[in-house]
Protein backbone atom coordinates (compact mmCIF):
# COMPACT_ATOMS: atom_id res chain seq x y z
CA UNK A 1 0.00 0.00 0.00
CA UNK A 2 1.07 3.38 -0.70
CA UNK A 3 1.63 5.69 1.89
CA UNK A 4 -0.33 8.91 2.89
CA UNK A 5 2.96 10.94 2.64
CA UNK A 6 2.86 10.09 -1.30
CA UNK A 7 -0.98 11.34 -1.74
CA UNK A 8 0.01 14.34 -0.01
CA UNK A 9 2.57 14.71 -2.67
CA UNK A 10 3.33 18.61 -2.47
CA UNK A 11 6.78 17.19 -1.55
CA UNK A 12 7.80 19.56 0.86
CA UNK A 13 8.38 17.06 3.98
CA UNK A 14 11.33 14.23 3.80
CA UNK A 15 9.39 11.33 3.56
CA UNK A 16 10.04 7.64 3.11
CA UNK A 17 7.83 5.85 1.13
CA UNK A 18 9.07 2.20 1.36
CA UNK A 19 8.19 -0.90 1.16
CA UNK A 20 5.07 0.47 -1.01
CA UNK A 21 4.30 -1.25 -3.75
CA UNK A 22 6.35 -3.80 -1.88
CA UNK A 23 4.95 -4.70 0.64
CA UNK A 24 6.20 -8.17 1.30
CA UNK A 25 9.71 -7.71 0.94
CA UNK A 26 11.90 -8.13 3.39
CA UNK A 27 14.02 -4.95 4.86
CA UNK A 28 17.43 -6.68 4.12
CA UNK A 29 16.55 -7.22 0.25
CA UNK A 30 14.84 -4.03 0.16
CA UNK A 31 18.32 -2.59 1.46
CA UNK A 32 20.26 -4.39 -0.86
CA UNK A 33 21.08 -2.29 -4.00
CA UNK A 34 21.38 -5.19 -6.23
CA UNK A 35 17.93 -6.33 -5.27
CA UNK A 36 16.79 -3.26 -6.68
CA UNK A 37 18.21 -3.61 -9.87
CA UNK A 38 17.34 -7.29 -10.14
CA UNK A 39 13.53 -6.34 -9.54
CA UNK A 40 13.33 -3.29 -11.49
CA UNK A 41 9.45 -2.62 -13.65
CA UNK A 42 10.61 -3.32 -17.10
CA UNK A 43 7.58 -4.42 -18.25
CA UNK A 44 4.10 -3.32 -19.52
CA UNK A 45 2.80 -6.56 -17.27
CA UNK A 46 4.60 -5.08 -13.86
CA UNK A 47 3.61 -1.42 -14.52
CA UNK A 48 -0.50 -2.57 -14.50
CA UNK A 49 0.08 -4.97 -11.54
CA UNK A 50 0.71 -1.31 -9.81
CA UNK A 51 -0.49 1.83 -11.58
CA UNK A 52 -3.76 2.34 -13.77
CA UNK A 53 -2.06 2.88 -16.71
CA UNK A 54 -3.77 5.59 -19.47
CA UNK A 55 -3.83 5.20 -22.65
CA UNK A 56 -1.35 7.87 -23.49
CA UNK A 57 1.06 5.89 -21.55
CA UNK A 58 -0.08 2.31 -22.50
CA UNK A 59 0.65 3.04 -26.08
CA UNK A 60 3.88 4.80 -25.16
CA UNK A 61 4.89 1.56 -23.21
CA UNK A 62 4.32 -0.26 -26.59
CA UNK A 63 5.53 2.01 -29.20
CA UNK A 64 8.80 3.31 -27.10
CA UNK A 65 10.95 0.27 -26.88
CA UNK A 66 12.91 0.63 -29.19
CA UNK A 67 13.80 4.15 -28.50
CA UNK A 68 14.96 3.97 -24.55
CA UNK A 69 14.47 1.30 -22.40
CA UNK A 70 11.77 1.31 -19.45
CA UNK A 71 13.45 0.41 -16.23
CA UNK A 72 12.14 2.15 -12.64
CA UNK A 73 13.87 0.76 -9.27
CA UNK A 74 11.28 -0.07 -6.90
CA UNK A 75 12.86 2.34 -4.75
CA UNK A 76 11.74 5.30 -7.26
CA UNK A 77 8.54 3.18 -8.44
CA UNK A 78 7.25 3.95 -5.12
CA UNK A 79 6.75 7.87 -5.89
CA UNK A 80 4.74 7.02 -9.04
CA UNK A 81 1.15 7.47 -7.89
CA UNK A 82 -1.46 4.53 -8.78
CA UNK A 83 -3.85 6.74 -10.47
CA UNK A 84 -2.94 10.07 -12.14
CA UNK A 85 -1.02 9.76 -15.01
CA UNK A 86 0.16 13.37 -15.17
CA UNK A 87 2.24 12.94 -11.88
CA UNK A 88 5.70 15.18 -11.94
CA UNK A 89 7.43 11.79 -11.24
CA UNK A 90 5.18 9.62 -13.42
CA UNK A 91 5.81 11.62 -16.34
CA UNK A 92 9.68 11.58 -16.11
CA UNK A 93 9.95 7.47 -16.09
CA UNK A 94 6.62 6.28 -17.33
CA UNK A 95 6.98 6.19 -21.47
CA UNK A 96 3.59 8.28 -23.33
CA UNK A 97 2.45 8.20 -26.56
CA UNK A 98 4.24 11.56 -27.93
CA UNK A 99 7.76 9.75 -27.22
CA UNK A 100 7.00 8.81 -31.19
CA UNK A 101 6.27 12.10 -32.05
CA UNK A 102 8.90 14.22 -34.11
CA UNK A 103 8.73 18.01 -33.43
CA UNK A 104 10.82 20.02 -36.50
CA UNK A 105 13.71 20.69 -33.97
CA UNK A 106 14.26 17.64 -32.11
CA UNK A 107 17.84 15.96 -32.78
CA UNK A 108 19.14 12.48 -32.65
CA UNK A 109 21.86 13.79 -30.20
CA UNK A 110 21.55 17.48 -29.78
CA UNK A 111 24.52 18.39 -27.81
CA UNK A 112 26.47 17.87 -30.92
CA UNK A 113 28.60 15.01 -28.79
CA UNK A 114 28.68 12.60 -31.26
CA UNK A 115 31.26 15.22 -33.09
CA UNK A 116 33.02 15.88 -30.34
CA UNK A 117 34.76 12.33 -29.82
CA UNK A 118 38.34 11.72 -30.38
CA UNK A 119 38.23 8.26 -28.82
CA UNK A 120 35.20 6.34 -28.78
CA UNK A 121 33.38 6.96 -25.89
CA UNK A 122 35.23 10.23 -24.72
CA UNK A 123 34.31 13.87 -25.59
CA UNK A 124 36.46 16.48 -25.55
CA UNK A 125 34.36 20.05 -26.24
CA UNK A 126 35.92 22.18 -24.12
CA UNK A 127 39.53 22.79 -23.91
CA UNK A 128 40.70 21.58 -20.46
CA UNK A 129 38.06 19.42 -19.73
CA UNK A 130 36.50 16.15 -20.90
CA UNK A 131 33.45 14.03 -20.81
CA UNK A 132 33.97 10.16 -20.13
CA UNK A 133 30.92 8.19 -21.00
CA UNK A 134 31.89 4.86 -18.89
CA UNK A 135 28.33 2.95 -19.72
CA UNK A 136 25.34 3.56 -21.30
CA UNK A 137 23.45 1.61 -19.15
CA UNK A 138 21.59 3.75 -15.56
CA UNK A 139 19.67 2.46 -12.45
CA UNK A 140 16.39 3.84 -14.36
CA UNK A 141 15.76 5.57 -17.56
CA UNK A 142 14.50 9.37 -17.69
CA UNK A 143 11.90 9.62 -20.53
CA UNK A 144 13.89 12.80 -21.89
CA UNK A 145 17.66 11.28 -21.55
CA UNK A 146 20.00 14.11 -24.12
CA UNK A 147 21.75 10.69 -24.12
CA UNK A 148 18.81 8.20 -24.95
CA UNK A 149 20.13 7.47 -28.42
CA UNK A 150 22.70 5.25 -26.90
CA UNK A 151 21.94 4.80 -23.31
CA UNK A 152 19.71 2.06 -22.17
CA UNK A 153 21.32 -0.25 -25.21
CA UNK A 154 18.17 -0.12 -27.28
CA UNK A 155 18.19 3.22 -29.37
CA UNK A 156 19.41 4.02 -32.87
CA UNK A 157 23.45 4.17 -31.57
CA UNK A 158 25.58 1.47 -29.83
CA UNK A 159 28.22 3.08 -27.07
CA UNK A 160 31.15 1.08 -27.73
CA UNK A 161 33.64 3.21 -25.38
CA UNK A 162 37.07 2.15 -25.94
CA UNK A 163 38.86 2.53 -22.12
CA UNK A 164 42.44 1.97 -23.27
CA UNK A 165 42.47 4.13 -26.01
CA UNK A 166 40.88 6.61 -24.19
CA UNK A 167 43.01 6.64 -21.57
CA UNK A 168 46.19 6.51 -23.55
CA UNK A 169 44.29 9.55 -25.37
CA UNK A 170 44.30 11.51 -21.81
CA UNK A 171 47.64 10.64 -21.04
CA UNK A 172 48.74 12.08 -24.13
CA UNK A 173 46.56 15.70 -23.42
CA UNK A 174 48.02 16.99 -20.87
CA UNK A 175 46.00 20.13 -21.14
CA UNK A 176 43.05 17.89 -20.03
CA UNK A 177 42.65 18.58 -15.73
CA UNK A 178 39.24 17.60 -15.24
CA UNK A 179 37.44 14.45 -16.21
CA UNK A 180 33.62 13.79 -15.74
CA UNK A 181 32.67 10.57 -15.69
CA UNK A 182 29.11 10.00 -17.08
CA UNK A 183 27.13 7.74 -19.39
CA UNK A 184 24.84 6.13 -18.38
CA UNK A 185 25.68 5.98 -14.86
CA UNK A 186 29.49 4.89 -13.32
CA UNK A 187 27.80 4.09 -10.22
CA UNK A 188 25.95 1.17 -11.24
CA UNK A 189 29.22 -0.22 -11.86
CA UNK A 190 30.50 -2.93 -8.39
CA UNK A 191 32.94 -1.40 -5.97
CA UNK A 192 35.71 -3.12 -7.82
CA UNK A 193 35.41 -1.24 -11.07
CA UNK A 194 34.58 1.31 -10.32
CA UNK A 195 38.15 1.47 -8.37
CA UNK A 196 40.00 0.41 -10.93
CA UNK A 197 38.41 3.23 -13.17
CA UNK A 198 38.68 5.82 -10.49
CA UNK A 199 42.86 4.62 -10.07
CA UNK A 200 43.60 4.73 -13.67
CA UNK A 201 42.29 7.99 -13.67
CA UNK A 202 43.84 9.21 -10.70
CA UNK A 203 47.46 7.99 -11.41
CA UNK A 204 46.84 10.43 -15.34
CA UNK A 205 49.49 13.16 -12.96
CA UNK A 206 48.01 16.38 -14.97
CA UNK A 207 44.10 15.03 -14.30
CA UNK A 208 43.44 17.40 -11.01
CA UNK A 209 39.74 17.09 -10.57
CA UNK A 210 37.59 14.24 -11.02
CA UNK A 211 33.40 14.30 -11.23
CA UNK A 212 30.72 11.52 -11.14
CA UNK A 213 27.63 12.71 -12.97
CA UNK A 214 25.32 10.18 -11.17
CA UNK A 215 21.67 10.24 -10.67
CA UNK A 216 22.27 6.84 -8.46
CA UNK A 217 21.40 8.43 -4.91
CA UNK A 218 18.13 9.32 -6.06
CA UNK A 219 16.82 6.83 -7.95
CA UNK A 220 18.95 3.60 -6.38
CA UNK A 221 19.78 5.35 -2.49
CA UNK A 222 20.68 1.75 -1.22
CA UNK A 223 23.92 2.02 -3.46
CA UNK A 224 25.65 4.60 -1.71
CA UNK A 225 27.02 2.05 1.15
CA UNK A 226 29.65 3.02 3.74
CA UNK A 227 32.26 0.89 1.28
CA UNK A 228 32.03 2.64 -1.07
CA UNK A 229 32.06 6.08 0.20
CA UNK A 230 35.20 5.29 1.43
CA UNK A 231 36.18 4.24 -1.85
CA UNK A 232 35.44 7.30 -4.09
CA UNK A 233 37.08 9.03 -0.53
CA UNK A 234 40.79 7.81 -1.92
CA UNK A 235 40.31 9.54 -5.00
CA UNK A 236 40.03 13.31 -3.65
CA UNK A 237 39.60 15.82 -5.09
CA UNK A 238 36.05 13.98 -6.26
CA UNK A 239 32.94 16.02 -6.77
CA UNK A 240 29.72 14.54 -7.84
CA UNK A 241 26.65 16.06 -10.07
CA UNK A 242 23.50 14.36 -8.70
CA UNK A 243 19.94 15.03 -10.90
CA UNK A 244 16.77 15.91 -8.91
CA UNK A 245 14.07 17.39 -10.71
CA UNK A 246 10.90 17.43 -7.89
CA UNK A 247 10.89 17.70 -4.31
CA UNK A 248 9.40 14.74 -4.06
CA UNK A 249 12.54 12.71 -4.74
CA UNK A 250 13.92 13.62 -2.02
CA UNK A 251 12.80 11.11 0.00
CA UNK A 252 14.65 10.14 3.45
CA UNK A 253 16.42 7.41 2.39
CA UNK A 254 17.68 9.92 -0.55
CA UNK A 255 18.63 12.09 2.20
CA UNK A 256 20.58 10.02 4.28
CA UNK A 257 22.14 8.71 1.20
CA UNK A 258 23.37 12.01 0.14
CA UNK A 259 24.51 13.11 3.39
CA UNK A 260 26.91 9.88 3.57
CA UNK A 261 28.51 11.10 0.50
CA UNK A 262 28.88 14.36 2.23
CA UNK A 263 30.33 12.98 5.10
CA UNK A 264 33.06 11.25 2.85
CA UNK A 265 33.80 14.91 1.61
CA UNK A 266 32.51 14.59 -1.97
CA UNK A 267 31.66 18.16 -2.41
CA UNK A 268 28.02 17.69 -4.45
CA UNK A 269 25.69 19.35 -6.86
CA UNK A 270 22.78 19.21 -8.24
CA UNK A 271 21.18 19.95 -12.31
CA UNK A 272 17.83 19.57 -12.54
CA UNK A 273 16.21 19.81 -16.03
CA UNK A 274 13.10 22.09 -16.51
CA UNK A 275 10.16 19.92 -17.68
CA UNK A 276 6.83 20.93 -18.64
CA UNK A 277 4.46 19.38 -15.85
CA UNK A 278 7.13 18.42 -13.06
CA UNK A 279 9.02 21.39 -12.33
CA UNK A 280 8.20 24.24 -14.57
CA UNK A 281 6.68 26.04 -11.75
CA UNK A 282 8.66 28.98 -9.36
CA UNK A 283 6.94 27.44 -5.85
CA UNK A 284 8.16 23.77 -7.27
CA UNK A 285 11.52 24.89 -7.24
CA UNK A 286 11.64 27.06 -4.51
CA UNK A 287 11.14 23.65 -2.42
CA UNK A 288 13.31 22.06 -4.38
CA UNK A 289 16.34 23.87 -3.63
CA UNK A 290 15.50 24.66 -0.07
CA UNK A 291 15.63 20.86 0.30
CA UNK A 292 18.13 20.12 -1.94
CA UNK A 293 20.61 22.49 0.67
CA UNK A 294 18.76 20.48 3.22
CA UNK A 295 21.01 17.60 1.69
CA UNK A 296 23.54 19.35 1.78
CA UNK A 297 23.89 19.44 -2.02
CA UNK A 298 23.83 22.90 -3.73
CA UNK A 299 21.75 23.75 -7.03
CA UNK A 300 24.12 24.30 -9.32
CA UNK A 301 22.11 24.09 -12.99
CA UNK A 302 18.87 23.76 -14.53
CA UNK A 303 19.27 23.04 -18.00
CA UNK A 304 16.49 24.15 -20.66
CA UNK A 305 15.65 20.61 -22.01
CA UNK A 306 17.86 19.12 -24.78
CA UNK A 307 16.02 19.27 -28.07
CA UNK A 308 16.17 15.23 -28.06
CA UNK A 309 14.13 13.08 -30.06
CA UNK A 310 10.32 12.74 -28.82
CA UNK A 311 10.48 15.18 -25.88
CA UNK A 312 8.72 18.09 -26.80
CA UNK A 313 5.91 17.36 -24.42
CA UNK A 314 8.02 17.47 -21.85
CA UNK A 315 9.92 21.22 -22.97
CA UNK A 316 8.86 24.68 -21.65
CA UNK A 317 9.24 27.96 -22.83
CA UNK A 318 13.19 29.49 -22.23
CA UNK A 319 10.93 32.08 -20.65
CA UNK A 320 9.83 29.87 -17.85
CA UNK A 321 13.35 29.01 -16.84
CA UNK A 322 14.34 32.57 -16.71
CA UNK A 323 10.72 33.81 -14.98
CA UNK A 324 12.54 31.03 -11.88
CA UNK A 325 15.71 32.34 -11.77
CA UNK A 326 13.69 35.99 -11.21
CA UNK A 327 11.71 34.41 -8.37
CA UNK A 328 14.48 32.98 -7.20
CA UNK A 329 17.51 35.47 -7.20
CA UNK A 330 17.39 37.96 -4.47
CA UNK A 331 14.50 36.70 -2.96
CA UNK A 332 15.75 33.66 -1.52
CA UNK A 333 19.58 32.25 -0.16
CA UNK A 334 22.22 32.92 -2.94
CA UNK A 335 23.58 29.27 -2.64
CA UNK A 336 19.80 27.84 -3.47
CA UNK A 337 19.95 29.33 -6.65
CA UNK A 338 20.91 27.58 -10.19
CA UNK A 339 22.22 28.95 -13.23
CA UNK A 340 19.84 28.12 -15.81
CA UNK A 341 21.46 27.43 -19.13
CA UNK A 342 20.89 26.11 -22.57
CA UNK A 343 23.27 23.76 -24.09
CA UNK A 344 23.46 25.41 -27.24
CA UNK A 345 22.61 22.95 -30.03
CA UNK A 346 24.35 21.28 -32.49
CA UNK A 347 27.71 21.13 -29.69
CA UNK A 348 28.11 24.93 -28.74
CA UNK A 349 28.44 24.44 -25.12
CA UNK A 350 26.58 25.69 -21.94
CA UNK A 351 25.45 29.43 -22.20
CA UNK A 352 23.89 30.76 -19.33
CA UNK A 353 20.37 32.44 -19.50
CA UNK A 354 19.61 35.32 -16.70
CA UNK A 355 17.11 37.88 -16.27
CA UNK A 356 18.14 41.36 -17.86
CA UNK A 357 19.77 42.59 -14.81
CA UNK A 358 22.10 44.74 -17.07
CA UNK A 359 19.57 47.73 -18.86
CA UNK A 360 22.63 49.40 -20.12
CA UNK A 361 26.40 49.63 -19.91
CA UNK A 362 28.93 51.35 -21.58
CA UNK A 363 32.28 52.69 -21.01
CA UNK A 364 31.61 55.75 -18.20
CA UNK A 365 28.83 53.13 -16.37
CA UNK A 366 26.22 50.44 -16.12
CA UNK A 367 22.98 50.55 -15.37
CA UNK A 368 20.97 47.67 -12.99
CA UNK A 369 18.15 46.44 -11.76
CA UNK A 370 17.95 44.58 -8.59
CA UNK A 371 15.52 41.59 -7.51
CA UNK A 372 12.95 44.01 -6.53
CA UNK A 373 13.19 45.69 -9.69
CA UNK A 374 14.98 49.19 -8.17
CA UNK A 375 17.17 50.91 -10.75
CA UNK A 376 20.99 51.64 -9.75
CA UNK A 377 23.75 52.86 -11.27
CA UNK A 378 27.36 52.07 -10.97
CA UNK A 379 30.30 53.68 -12.29
CA UNK A 380 33.02 52.65 -15.34
CA UNK A 381 36.36 53.26 -14.16
CA UNK A 382 39.73 52.44 -15.30
CA UNK A 383 38.18 50.04 -17.95
CA UNK A 384 39.11 52.21 -20.68
CA UNK A 385 40.21 49.49 -23.13
CA UNK A 386 37.50 47.56 -22.31
CA UNK A 387 35.29 46.67 -25.60
CA UNK A 388 31.50 46.04 -24.89
CA UNK A 389 29.49 44.61 -27.47
CA UNK A 390 26.73 45.20 -28.04
CA UNK A 391 26.06 48.12 -26.20
CA UNK A 392 21.98 47.76 -24.68
CA UNK A 393 19.59 50.15 -24.99
CA UNK A 394 17.58 51.85 -21.68
CA UNK A 395 14.38 49.89 -22.53
CA UNK A 396 11.36 51.15 -20.32
CA UNK A 397 10.12 47.47 -20.06
CA UNK A 398 13.03 46.70 -17.60
CA UNK A 399 11.67 49.47 -15.12
CA UNK A 400 9.67 47.50 -12.97
CA UNK A 401 7.33 49.11 -10.70
S1 LIG B 1 20.16 9.00 -15.25
FE1 LIG B 1 21.08 10.48 -16.69
S2 LIG B 1 22.01 9.24 -18.29
FE2 LIG B 1 20.56 7.92 -17.17
S3 LIG B 1 18.63 8.05 -18.29
FE3 LIG B 1 18.56 9.62 -16.68
S4 LIG B 1 19.34 11.50 -17.69
FE4 LIG B 1 19.95 9.73 -18.99
Not at 38 to 58: D, F, G, Y
Not at 161 to 170: D, G, K, M, P, V
Amino acid sequence: MITAALEKGDGKEFVSHAPGYWSNTAPELWNDWKWQLKNRVTTLAQLEKHVELSEVERSGVLLSGDKLALAVTPHFFNLVPRDNPEDPIRRQVIPRIEETWTSPYDMADPCGEDSHMPVPGLVHRYPDRVLFLVTDRCASYCRYCTRSRVVSGVGEQELHTNFEEAFRYLEAHTEVRDVLLSGGDALIFSDDRLDKLLSRSRAIKHIEFLRIGTRVPIFLPQRITPQLCALLAKYHPLWMSVHVNHPRELTIEVKNALERLANAGIPLGNQSVLLSGVNDDLETMKTLVHKLLMCRVRPYYIYQCDLINGSSHLRTSVAKGIEVIEGLRGHTTGYAVPQFVIDAPGGGGKVPINPGYILYHDNEKIVIRNYEGKIFEYPETGNANVQFAPQREYHDEYLYS
